[in-house]
């Protein structure tokens, strides 16, 4: 059902009436005061790489002998690759409005090398995470500026159903927000991003040591640094493409790179 609903609200900027598809449903037209703005469709191609930190906010392992894991001794890293189909509609002049279908590919690893187990010959040391799936999102633009400046704040929802080794779940929010100046059909501008992640794997692994049956495990990971820094630059080719690229930086790093064809 929900991928029934984020089907329909994906279509329906789609669903207008032959005279809306001329110029668009483009609401408060006047605060434009006759300037010429963007084509109110858009489909983009969305590329993202992240490489950040985890914190573990739940762990459980059912280890012979080994009681409760201290978090704070386990180092979790987490590496991915991401992109997407994106579908857009510019609802007013400060509002845009989109939905995303994509790819994600990541690698988790969770360094247990720390954790002591009493009386055994032996480390567990890393737990690889490998995992791939779709992604769904929905998200909105918020938008102001001048001839020379602006401001905007990018959210977006996303949830991705994944394959893997384990039975594994991610669900995220992020937030841009960003402050930028216009140079003719150039824009660049900085800013940062918040990040709310939420990734669950659950399994069993099979220890080094012959004989040892494997062990089940649960374990939910959050970001351990929700703000990064992040600058970027866009050039604007018309009112009917753009293409834009952004680098982040600080306790995360990540690139995103957009490019988009309006209508």
């Known amino acids: 059902m929900r991928r029934l609903i984020f089907s329909l609200l994906l279509l329906a900027p789609l669903c207008v009436s032959a005279e809306e598809s001329s110029s668009g449903p483009l609401f408060m037209k006047d605060m434009l005061g006759g300037r010429e703005f963007f084509e109110p469709w858009g489909v983009g191609l969305d590329f993202f790489t ?14 012979p002998g080994v009681g409760d894991i201290d978090p ?41 090398s720390n954790v002591v187990i009493p009386g055994a010959p032996f480390q567990l040391g890393t737990l690889p995470v490998s995992y791939d799936g779709t992604v769904y ?16 704040l990018n959210n977006t929802w996303t949830e991705t159903s994944l394959n893997g ?27 940062g991003m918040y990040l709310d992640t939420e990734e669950k794997h659950s399994g069993v692994i099979d220890l080094p040591v012959p004989g040892w049956p ?50």
Do not use: C
Request: aromatic share 16%; proline share 3%.
């Open 50 to 63: 992240m490489d950040q930190d985890y914190s573990i906010s739940q762990l459980e392992f059912d280890i």
């Open 72 to 112: 704070d001794n386990i180092l979790v890293t987490n590496k991915l690759q991401h992109y997407d189909l994106k579908v857009d509609l510019w609802l007013t002049p400060f509002l845009n409005v989109f939905g995303l279908v994509g790819r994600l590919d990541a690698d988790t690893e969770v360094d247990l």
């Open 137 to 152: 999102g929905l998200g909105l633009n918020l938008m102001y500026g001048g001839e020379h400046w602006f401001a905007m």
């Open 165 to 191: 080794n384990f039975d594994s779940s991610v669900k995220s929010y992020t937030a841009q927000p960003r402050i930028g100046l216009i140079f003719n059909k150039w824009m660049v501008w900085g800013g």
């Open 214 to 263: 494997p062990v089940p495990f649960n374990i939910t990971l959050e970001t351990m640094e929700k703000w990064n820094y992040a600058v970027g630059v866009a050039h604007v080719f018309s009112p009917k493409a753009h293409i834009s690229l952004e680098l982040g930086f600080g306790e995360r790093d990540h690139t995103l790179f957009n490019f988009t064809y309006r209508f």
